[in-house]
T-cell receptor, first 112, second 119 residues
Framework: DAKTTQPTSMDCAEGRAANLPCNHS???????VYWYRQIHSQGPQYIIH???NNETNEMASLIITEDRKSSTLILPHATLRDTAVYYC?????????????FGQGTELSVKP | GAVVSQHPSWVICKSGTSVKIECRSL??????MFWYRQFPKQSLMLMAT?????????EQGVEKDKFLINHASLTLSTLTVTSAHPEDSSFYIC???????????????FGPGTRLTVT
């Protein structure tokens, strides 16, 4: 599975949009981009995933560049509860059952 | 989303004893479950993949005789830490893959984790 690079930490003001970048320049054509987050001392929570089109759900939006070498997770109106470590993961085969391998992630701090 | 539970949520044991951690998928069947370990201020590390009815596949560097995994049914996997030592103290997290392909493919859900402290 391709490796991802994320900034170690980011700050965001409460109520503003949080834009979390992820670089996955070696991604293969059959690999999906997944985003999970982990709030302190809890299990990871699924946020969103995509292959090449932009995706949106009730939690976030995922913007994937046309060449698929990078993506951005957008939390449109960050709240204090969004403070967590955010992991960007690329995984083989949405229907082929690849493993989720976690990198170091981005520690997002939402401040009042 | 689907729910994965773990039991116990925390456990303290003496060095040399064995500890069993249960992982259950509550509202779906999971043909595949995963076990991760997380040390303080570090990311999750995949330990092993278990498929129902077959032997687990361990990641490189993980001792299979020390971390026994049993996936006896489509809703239950157990991790037994045998002869635990203080260095085994960690946060253990299981994950289950939804058996139903659906339009979203095989999604993977995580349990809340089990904090193991070995004294």
């Amino acid at each position: 599975d391709a490796k991802t690079t994320q900034p170690t930490s980011m700050d965001c003001a409460e109520g503003r949009a949080a834009n979390l970048p992820c670089n996955h320049s070696t991604i293969s054509g059959n690999e999906y981009v997944y985003w999970y987050r982990q709030i302190h001392s809890q299990g990871p929570q699924y946020i969103i995933h995509g292959l090449k089109n932009n995706e949106t759900n009730e939690m976030a939006s995922l913007i994937i560049t046309e060449d698929r070498k990078s993506s951005t997770l957008i939390l449109p109106h960050a709240t204090l509860r969004d403070t967590a470590v955010y992991y960007c993961i690329v995984r083989v085969g949405h229907n082929q059952g690849g493993k989720l391998i976690f990198g170091q992630g981005t520690e997002l701090s939402v401040k009042p | 989303g689907a729910v994965v539970s773990q039991h116990p949520s925390w456990v303290i044991c003496k060095s040399g004893t064995s500890v069993k951690i249960e992982c259950r998928s509550l509202d779906f069947q999971a043909t595949t479950m995963f076990w991760y370990r997380q040390f303080p201020k570090q990311s999750l590390m995949l330990m092993a993949t278990s498929n129902e009815g077959s032997k687990a596949t361990y990641e490189q560097g993980v001792e299979k005789d020390k971390f026994l995994i049993n996936h006896a049914s489509l809703t239950l996997s157990t991790l037994t830490v045998t002869s635990a030592h203080p260095e085994d103290s960690s946060f253990y997290i299981c994950s289950a893959r939804d058996h139903r392909p659906g339009t979203g493919g095989y999604e993977q859900y995580f349990g809340p984790g089990t904090r193991l402290t070995v004294t």
